[in-house]
């Protein structure tokens, strides 16, 4: 028998076993005992030691066994030999006390293992321990019972550590197993998780065996990507702090391959779990706080996946989903003067006349009376807002949107003199901002926040946290998680149209959805992994802290270094903006990300105004992906020039009525090859020749725009395609040339102007073949 098998697959193993096996063999770590670790030696982060103990424990692992080798011809040593390297001349019992301690601590017994065990028990099998390990076989014992509980640690009958063998099982430890047992090689099935080690060697000798597939590929590549990420985020980890990953014996258990079930259950699924944990515990906190009745109420449509995981995983608890958008929350919220003012100053220069009168509730009449595509801090909107007439107007029509709303919250079972728990993805807290003055006044209610991730862009004073908030993270690190958040909050979301208002009963009214079938099946795979995942987890090790630091690790992972079967996922997806409007923007727009990496780099890249960029440049290579990570978590002050390659430079010919002249252009690197040149034409003046010829045998030509010198740079920056003219260019694909001589070039005539300013003329073109390299090209051909 040898067969490969996965973690949900092992309860059928038995069944599967030769009528001749009489002991179940089994590997230890990562088979029967696992760790809360990414590695195993993330362990050795809890050992004292200046600098931290990882590197240097591992080191002194590597010296005792290259002695070992040197002086009596085995690589197998005692953790006794590795700490008197690590500490020479200290207190070397006390330092393994430490280390055994520390493995005791995060270790943990792998549920479907100890099942077989029991399983093997209840069929008169043997149980036995095989381990390629530097702990003798006391210290073993002591570690497996620990893990598994006395009860498992009494079913093993022996167990054989490489340590006191002097060999490991690839090298011949099966041999003395098989002897000390009395025992014919068909008579032991082995099970464990190195394919070598635990496979190749026992089938050598004639042993059944079980190679045991922790993860498949997708899992693996997530797990390692996530441990990296954290390093990133928690200055801490691998120093004085393992990399913690509770999650992985449920992601090891998956059962469906699916690649949206798969993003759920093993990236949602460990994050929200973690959210869904502590607001159990800020619910109870507050309530004990205040001694009120506390409702915990999450918040639709976003938080509507937090809610069926926390469902998932206290399923006697008592929750309440209501519906309240920033819209309805700013029209209930304009309780008085102040807080009309107050909602111009804040978001008068990032909203537009319309989001902001319609939050106001100008009637359709009155709406036809503004400017509003405008900015919401107009002169003329703000000077209608602040009559007299108009302000009572809002103040009345937002106390009466304030009954109906209420009337929502009596729905939920909120009464008077309650506190409430909203619960929501983040990532400010703009609903609680809206309504808390206007619920203290007419409820006395006490209103909290409890988010997911949060970053106050100013000092609110309210009563608000985060599972990742400023006591955990710097806020530029907050700010890089916020930037392509979108992707959880498409992805936690319920399919169903805003909330626009309320009868006076409090049942909601929504807009329309809008949202394409395929993003809501999608989403719904995704979610059903989430909820599956949830449910499954309430015996999972690691405290709070283990599980935030996992779950910031897996957040910020999925968020810049995404996967392909990931990208595949949320490819289909389009993000519903939800102020108000009916815009919605694609939520991965590979084409345009790589017409911005091709013009300007991945410098002005990251200062574009669209939604997962990370997402968009994924397939362009890893490196690109954490030098934004790298960027946005650390704040580097690099600009794009620090960027740039070395130029390559071009002459180019500029000719007006009076005369030319020849000048020479710096082109610079953006990406894959491609160059990209900024030549000055004045107010329209010059017409621009760009002498190709000079330096290249072969060049593409990507684009040629004009753009306005005053905005160039800037993501909405005024450009218009640029007519070009090709003199000694022969195409040979489309955007393709080869120069006919030296002379060959590209003319680009002036812009017609309405008005007079400044432009340039932006050339993004790949040299192909450079004219020194030309002769050598066409030999070779």
Same mark, same amino acid.
């Given at each position: 028998?040898?067969?490969?098998?996965?973690?949900?697959?092992?309860?059928?193993?038995?069944?599967?076993?030769?009528?001749?096996?009489?002991?179940?063999?089994?590997?230890?770590?990562?088979?029967?005992?696992?760790?809360?670790?990414?590695?195993?030696?993330?362990?050795?982060?809890?050992?004292?030691?200046?600098?931290?103990?990882?590197?240097?424990?591992?080191?002194?692992?590597?010296?005792?066994?290259?002695?070992?080798?040197?002086?009596?011809?085995?690589?197998?040593?005692?953790?006794?030999?590795?700490?008197?390297?690590?500490?020479?001349?200290?207190?070397?019992?006390?330092?393994?006390?430490?280390?055994?301690?520390?493995?005791?601590?995060?270790?943990?017994?792998?549920?479907?293992?100890?099942?077989?065990?029991?399983?093997?028990?209840?069929?008169?099998?043997?149980?036995?321990?095989?381990?390629?390990?530097?702990?003798?076989?006391?210290?073993?014992?002591?570690?497996?019972?620990?893990?598994?509980?006395?009860?498992?640690?009494?079913?093993?009958?022996?167990?054989?550590?490489?340590?006191?063998?002097?060999?490991?099982?690839?090298?011949?430890?099966?041999?003395?197993?098989?002897?000390?047992?009395?025992?014919?090689?068909?008579?032991?099935?082995?099970?464990?998780?190195?394919?070598?080690?635990?496979?190749?060697?026992?089938?050598?000798?004639?042993?059944?065996?079980?190679?045991?597939?922790?993860?498949?590929?997708?899992?693996?590549?997530?797990?390692?990507?996530?441990?990296?990420?954290?390093?990133?985020?928690?200055?801490?980890?691998?120093?004085?702090?393992?990399?913690?990953?509770?999650?992985?014996?449920?992601?090891?258990?998956?059962?469906?391959?699916?690649?949206?079930?798969?993003?759920?259950?093993?990236?949602?699924?460990?994050?929200?779990?973690?959210?869904?944990?502590?607001?159990?515990?800020?619910?109870?906190?507050?309530?004990?706080?205040?001694? !009120?009745?506390?409702?915990? &109420?999450?918040?639709?449509?976003? =938080?509507?996946?937090? $809610?069926? +995981? #926390?469902?998932? *995983?206290?399923?006697?608890?008592?929750?309440?989903?209501?519906?309240?958008?920033?819209?309805?929350?700013?029209?209930?919220?304009?309780?008085?003067?102040?807080?009309?003012?107050?909602?111009?100053?804040?978001?008068?220069?990032?909203?537009?006349?319309?989001?902001?009168?319609?939050?106001?509730?100008?009637?359709?009449?009155?709406?036809?009376?503004?400017?509003?595509?405008?900015?919401?801090?107009?002169?003329?909107?703000?000077?209608?807002?602040?009559?007299?007439?108009?302000?009572?107007?809002?103040?009345?029509?937002?106390?009466?949107?304030?009954? !109906?709303?209420?009337?929502? &919250?009596?729905?939920?079972?909120? =009464?008077?003199?309650? $506190?409430? +728990? #909203?619960?929501? *993805?983040?990532?400010?807290?703009?609903?609680?901002?809206?309504?808390?003055?206007?619920?203290?006044?007419?409820?006395?209610?006490?209103?909290?926040?409890?988010?997911?991730?949060?970053?106050?862009?100013?000092?609110?004073?309210?009563?608000?946290?985060?599972?990742?908030?400023?006591?955990?993270?710097?806020?530029?690190?907050?700010?890089?998680?916020?930037?392509?958040?979108?992707?959880?909050?498409?992805?936690?979301?319920?399919?169903?149209?805003?909330?626009?208002?309320?009868?006076?009963?409090?049942?909601?009214?929504?807009?329309?959805?809008?949202?394409?079938?395929?993003?809501?099946?999608?989403?719904?795979?995704?979610?059903?992994?989430?909820?599956?995942?949830?449910?499954?987890?309430?015996?999972?090790?690691?405290?709070?802290?283990?599980?935030?630091?996992?779950?910031?690790?897996?957040?910020?992972?999925?968020?810049?270094?995404?996967?392909?079967?990931?990208?595949?996922?949320?490819?289909?997806?389009?993000?519903?903006?939800?102020?108000?409007?009916?815009?919605?923007?694609?939520?991965?727009?590979?084409?345009?990300?790589?017409?911005?990496?091709?013009?300007?780099?991945?410098?002005?890249?990251?200062?574009?105004?669209?939604?997962?960029?990370?997402?968009?440049?994924?397939?362009?290579?890893?490196?690109?992906?954490?030098?934004?990570?790298?960027?946005?978590?650390?704040?580097?002050?690099?600009?794009?020039?620090?960027?740039?390659?070395?130029?390559?430079?071009?002459?180019?010919?500029?000719?007006?009525?009076?005369?030319?002249?020849?000048?020479?252009?710096?082109?610079?690197?953006?990406?894959?090859?491609?160059?990209?040149?900024?030549?000055?034409?004045?107010?329209?003046?010059?017409?621009?020749?760009?002498?190709?010829?000079?330096?290249?045998?072969?060049?593409?030509?990507?684009?040629?725009?004009?753009?306005?010198?005053?905005?160039?740079?800037?993501?909405?920056?005024?450009?218009?395609?640029?007519?070009?003219?090709?003199?000694?260019?022969?195409?040979?694909?489309?955007?393709?040339?080869?120069?006919?001589?030296?002379?060959?070039?590209?003319?680009?005539?002036?812009?017609?102007?309405?008005?007079?300013?400044?432009?340039?003329?932006?050339?993004?073109?790949?040299?192909?073949?450079?004219?020194?390299?030309?002769?050598?090209?066409?030999?070779?051909?």
């Amino acid at each position: 028998m040898k067969i490969q098998l996965r973690p949900s697959e092992l309860n059928r193993l038995l069944d599967q076993a030769p009528h001749s096996v009489r002991w179940l063999s089994l590997d230890c770590f990562d088979t029967l005992v696992w760790r809360d670790t990414a590695i195993p030696a993330d362990v050795f982060a809890d050992l004292p030691f200046p600098g931290g103990a990882m590197e240097p424990r591992r080191r002194a692992e590597g010296a005792a066994r290259h002695a070992a080798k040197l002086f009596r011809d085995s690589f197998e040593v005692s953790i006794e030999e590795i700490h008197e390297r690590l500490r020479p001349g200290g207190d070397v019992a006390g330092s393994i006390a430490q280390e055994l301690a520390a493995e005791a601590k995060h270790c943990f017994g792998f549920a479907p293992v100890q099942q077989l065990i029991r399983d093997a028990k209840a069929r008169g099998l043997g149980v036995i321990i095989v381990s390629d390990t530097y702990l003798d076989e006391a210290q073993l014992r002591a570690l497996i019972a620990s893990a598994t509980g006395e009860d498992i640690g009494a079913m093993i009958d022996r167990v054989f550590p490489s340590s006191a063998y002097g060999v490991n099982k690839s090298d011949g430890l099966f041999g003395p197993v098989l002897e000390a047992l009395g025992a014919a090689p068909e008579e032991v099935l082995h099970v464990g998780d190195n394919h070598g080690a635990d496979q190749v060697a026992p089938d050598e000798l004639g042993i059944n065996t079980v190679h045991l597939l922790q993860f498949d590929e997708t899992a693996k590549t997530r797990l390692r990507l996530e441990a990296a990420v954290s390093t990133m985020l928690h200055p801490q980890v691998r120093v004085t702090c393992p990399t913690f990953q509770p999650h992985r014996p449920l992601v090891s258990m998956r059962r469906e391959s699916g690649a949206a079930f798969a993003l759920g259950h093993d990236v949602l699924g460990p994050l929200l779990r973690a959210y869904a944990g502590w607001l159990r515990d800020e619910q109870a906190a507050i309530a004990e706080q205040t001694g !009120r009745m506390t409702h915990l &109420l999450f918040l639709l449509r976003d =938080g509507f996946l937090p $809610a069926e +995981v #926390f469902e998932a *995983l206290f399923p006697d608890s008592t929750i309440q989903r209501v519906e309240i958008s920033r819209q309805t929350a700013a029209s209930a919220g304009m309780i008085d003067e102040d807080a009309v003012r107050g909602r111009l100053l804040h978001e008068g220069m990032r909203s537009t006349v319309e989001v902001l009168a319609r939050q106001f509730q100008f009637k359709q009449g009155e709406l036809a009376k503004l400017k509003l595509d405008a900015p919401g801090n107009d002169p003329d909107f703000v000077e209608t807002v602040l009559r007299p007439e108009t302000m009572g107007q809002i103040i009345y029509r937002s106390t009466k949107f304030a009954d !109906r709303l209420i009337a929502h &919250l009596k729905r939920a079972g909120v =009464g008077e003199g309650d $506190a409430v +728990v #909203f619960a929501d *993805l983040g990532y400010h807290g703009s609903v609680q901002d809206k309504v808390t003055p206007m619920l203290q006044a007419r409820m006395g209610l006490h209103v909290a926040g409890r988010y997911l991730l949060l970053r106050e862009e100013q000092p609110t004073g309210l009563d608000k946290q985060g599972l990742f908030d400023s006591r955990h993270y710097d806020f530029r690190t907050l700010d890089a998680l916020c930037d392509p958040i979108a992707v959880v909050e498409q992805l936690s979301t319920i399919a169903q149209g805003s909330v626009v208002d309320y009868k006076w009963d409090g049942t909601p009214v929504r807009k329309s959805a809008g949202i394409k079938a395929i993003q809501s099946a999608t989403r719904s795979r995704v979610q059903a992994g989430a909820v599956a995942f949830a449910a499954a987890s309430a015996g999972l090790p690691g405290d709070a802290d283990a599980w935030r630091m996992a779950a910031g690790a897996a957040l910020a992972r999925l968020l810049f270094l995404p996967t392909e079967p990931e990208l595949d996922v949320l490819r289909c997806f389009d993000h519903d903006v939800n102020l108000g409007t009916e815009r919605v923007v694609p939520l991965v727009d590979a084409d345009a990300a790589l017409a911005g990496l091709k013009s300007r780099g991945l410098p002005y890249l990251m200062h574009a105004e669209r939604i997962y960029i990370p997402g968009e440049i994924r397939g362009h290579g890893l490196a690109l992906n954490l030098s934004m990570l790298t960027w946005r978590r650390f704040g580097l002050e690099i600009t794009t020039g620090d960027m740039s390659g070395t130029p390559m430079r071009l002459p180019v010919i500029l000719a007006d009525a009076q005369g030319e002249t020849l000048i020479e252009i710096d082109a610079h690197p953006t990406h894959d090859g491609y160059y990209a040149m900024a030549i000055p034409t004045g107010a329209g003046r010059f017409t621009a020749a760009v002498r190709w010829g000079a330096a290249l045998d072969c060049v593409q030509i990507e684009s040629a725009r004009f753009h306005v010198v005053e905005t160039f740079g800037m993501t909405d920056g005024i450009s218009v395609p640029a007519p070009v003219l090709h003199d000694g260019m022969e195409a040979i694909a489309d955007g393709l040339f080869r120069c006919a001589g030296p002379a060959a070039l590209t003319m680009v005539p002036p812009p017609q102007l309405k008005r007079e300013t400044d432009v340039l003329l932006h050339i993004v073109f790949r040299p192909v073949v450079r004219r020194d390299g030309a002769a050598d090209v066409k030999q070779a051909a």
